[in-house]
């Protein structure tokens, strides 16, 4: 795959998000879903009380289902390789400079019939960086990503202004968003993406996730990099300087 071209790049500055089809292939994407779904049962199996409020699916009563799990390319080999892949660093240099380092990943389950929705926000309130234009958030679909299933929707354009403040609901404290008042000011557009593909976004764009109302999942992989002078200054929440991985 050739690198992002010009007017990708120009989208991405002007909207800021921009997808990419067909970076991986069927048989990497069912590699790492089966490699998800092996931990998402040993997870479950050892997950203290006190988690399972941020970890569990609330909306599911029929069984235990896991809506996340963070730092997968430090934890799983098969996810590491995915955070590693030459063209996928390739085109984060492109977007936001030399020495791509993960300081953060997550990998998301949005379970069918039930899967939950995540509120508007921003990545760099949660991560405070040094320089807003240093970080990008690479979103790797393992199943397509649709609107029936709940994928990201996007307020274009967001990227080009400030960091909004965010709030917490009650007994939620990591779940930070945008309050309804000031988030309804801006249109959200959908942003489906092939299994397979990828979806980038600046850590200013306000962005969020729809319920999965379908009969299908949509897992997802996302990773937080930054560039080689990125510092986290001002996170929200605290993020473990050891399973930060520079490339």
């Known amino acids: ?86 063209t996928l660093l390739a085109m984060v240099e492109q977007l936001i400079g030399p020495d791509p380092t993960a300081f953060f990943s997550q990998l998301f389950f949005k379970a069918p019939g039930g899967g939950g929705p995540k509120p508007v926000h921003q990545d760099n309130f949660y991560f405070g960086p040094n320089d807003n234009e240093s970080m990008v958030t690479v979103g790797i679909a393992l199943d397509d990503a649709e609107v029936s299933n709940g994928c990201l929707y996007y307020a274009d354009g967001s990227n080009q202004g400030p960091v909004l403040p965010h709030t917490a609901p009650e007994g939620q404290p990591f779940n930070l968003l945008i309050v309804d008042d000031i988030a309804r000011d801006y249109e959200m557009t959908p942003a489906p993406v092939p299994r397979g593909g990828i979806s980038f976004h600046h850590g200013n764009t306000l962005h969020q996730s729809a319920d999965n109302h379908s009969d299908r999942p949509r897992r997802a992989c996302a990773i937080h990099y930054g560039n080689g002078r990125t510092e986290l200054l001002h996170s929200t929440l605290t993020y473990d300087p050891a399973v930060v991985i520079s490339f």
């Open 1 to 86: 795959m050739i690198p992002l071209t010009q007017d990708q790049l120009r989208t991405y500055g002007e909207v800021g998000h921009l997808t990419v089809g067909s970076v991986f292939s069927d048989r990497d994407m069912q590699a790492v879903t089966d490699d998800a779904e092996a931990w998402a049962r040993q997870e479950l199996a050892k997950l203290a009380p006190s988690d399972r409020a941020w970890y569990v699916e609330t909306a599911i009563k029929e069984q235990d289902v896991l809506r996340k799990l963070d730092n997968p390319i430090y934890l799983r080999p098969a996810f590491r390789a995915l955070a590693a892949n030459k």
